[in-house]
């Protein structure tokens, strides 16, 4: 490794993943997510641009990093619907662009198999912004939200129009 590469991986961007994914971890405990989570095919990869699906001036999110996932060499850490990850702002109100910030699943275009045996998939992928405690930063989500999302994540079901 190169001096130049070392110093791009101490980056305020690499300082910023660490320190919301320590964040998250510290307040996962606190009521931000309950209950388990089954095994789903996760569709979304690290460097997927997702849509935003609340209100809080977000249009697009690029998935960075994905929260609790362990590695395989070569690769790519992936979400599913309802998994916290981090995430930046790619189009939207110039005080969110640019700034690392977690998010939640809501929606993926890539079908999965409930345990009832039914396959289900929506029409876009989605996220919704939140902060380290699980609290949305917007107050409204616009379409359905995943029945696997809403019984992980109680704030996000209480903002949600449907859940599907």
């Not at 359905?144 to 019984?151: I, L, M, N, R, W």
């Not at 109680?154 to 449907?162: D, E, H, K």
Request: charged share 20%.
């Amino acid at each position: 490794m190169t001096h130049s590469a070392s110093q791009r991986l101490s980056s305020p961007i690499l300082f910023a993943i660490l320190e919301i994914s320590t964040a998250i971890a510290l307040h996962i405990g606190n009521g931000a997510a309950s209950g388990n989570k089954f095994r789903m095919t996760l569709g979304l990869p690290v460097g997927a641009v997702i849509n935003c699906a609340d209100n809080s001036g977000a249009k697009n999110l690029n998935i960075i990093a994905v929260s609790r996932v362990k590695g395989r060499l070569s690769r790519l850490p992936a979400a599913g619907v309802g998994d916290l990850v981090v995430a930046t702002v790619r189009k939207g109100k110039p005080e969110l662009r640019k700034k690392v910030t977690p998010a939640v699943i809501v929606r993926q275009r890539k079908a999965w198999r409930r345990k009832d045996g039914v396959f289900i998939y929506f029409e876009d992928n989605a996220g919704v912004i939140v902060n380290p405690k699980g609290e949305m930063k917007g107050s409204a989500i616009t379409g359905p939200v995943g029945k696997e999302c809403a019984d992980l994540w109680p704030r996000i079901a209480s903002n949600s129009g449907t859940v599907a």
